[in-house]
């Protein structure tokens, strides 16, 4: 299961915690604007704008989490079992891509999330595994951009849903409008401590800082992740330099990882944990990550590449903890 965000200071940053059992041996890779993007359905795409992210270590083609193209459109994909809803059916008069050409076709040919609407509404999810051995998986998507606009993709039975998401959170399940309709249960939640309200015949003390986020969940699943990820998103704090609202994102995405050992799959030791963590930097190209294993930010620049290349760029995730000895 994962969580994704964005948070807007001077520049708008988009992310995610990568929360799963199994690594994949994921990478950085930037897709230069003449890599061709070949499709099982639609004509190829040979020149289109670049893009950097997290994708799976298969090699030759970009199988992406999470990314952000250089105009500062921004995909994450997440799980979205039991709902996610494929078509088995081509249609003449639709765009015909399967869900894992979903992260390319958008951010290869949309520079904002208001030309993503556009394209989403021509677009239909055909079932097809990329191959044998990775059959697709069921996903939905939150989408960002450097206006800050959100959007939450979602391919349902009745077809594919898209919501505008005014929180800029997204989780797994149940589906968006639902996760939406359930922070009601938790309107007053505060910042500040609450007035006693409890009784006039006798007073309550106020023992503690944090009182006012007391019935805040705590627990790993989706629907308590994305309650507790929005309360924390829309009250961060930082300063508006760019360390500080980097450090200020990873802190929100910290505030729902997931730690190794508490949330059982399967025997034998097979635990689901985040795998790592990223933070784009939508407006300067500019791609942070942490692993579960190293808490060292490290940064991998977009515009530092040779963007008008034909083959992809990938850079192994540095998973060995960096310690700093100051003696």
């Known amino acids: 299961m994962c969580t994704a965000s964005n948070y807007i200071t001077e520049n708008h940053y988009f992310g995610r915690n ?43 083609y970009p199988l992406y989490y999470d990314a952000c193209n250089e105009k500062g459109l921004a995909i994450a994909g997440l799980n979205f079992a039991g709902n996610a809803v494929y078509q088995d059916d081509v249609k003449d008069d639709m765009i015909n891509i399967t869900p894992f050409e979903l992260i390319p076709y958008l951010l290869g040919c949309a520079e904002s999330v208001a030309e993503a609407r556009n394209l989403l509404e021509k677009i239909n999810l055909v079932n097809i595994d990329f191959a044998d051995e990775l059959p697709l998986s069921p996903l939905h998507w939150m989408l960002s951009d450097n206006t800050g606009e959100a959007i939450v993709v979602e391919p349902m039975a009745d077809g594919l849903k898209v919501y505008d998401n005014p929180v800029g959170v997204l989780t797994n399940n149940p589906p968006f409008d639902k996760q939406l309709f359930s922070l009601n249960n938790y309107r007053s939640l505060s910042v500040k401590n609450p007035e006693d309200t409890f009784s006039r015949s006798f007073d309550l003390d106020e023992y503690s800082r944090g009182m006012g986020a007391i019935g805040l969940p705590g627990d790993l699943s989706s629907s308590s992740r994305f309650a507790k990820v929005a309360f924390t998103r829309a009250n961060s704090y930082s300063h508006v330099d760019e360390a500080s609202s980097v450090s200020q994102f990873f802190h929100i995405l910290q505030s729902v990882e997931q730690q190794n050992g508490c949330t059982f799959i399967s025997d034998p030791d097979l635990y689901e944990y985040t795998i790592y963590s990223s933070c784009y930097n939508t407006h300067k190209g500019l791609l942070y990550y942490r692993t579960y294993s190293n808490s060292q930010i490290t940064c991998v620049d977009l515009n530092r590449e040779n963007l008008d290349g034909e083959e992809l760029i990938d850079y192994t995730l540095v998973t060995e903890e960096q310690v700093n000895f100051v003696n």
Do not use: L, M, Q
Request: proline fraction near 2%.
């Open 18 to 60: 990568f929360d799963y059992e199994i690594s994949y041996n994921e990478r950085v890779t930037v897709t230069p604007r003449n890599y061709e993007f070949k499709f099982r359905k639609i004509d190829d795409i040979k020149t289109h704008y670049a893009i950097i992210g997290i994708a799976a270590g298969v090699d030759g």
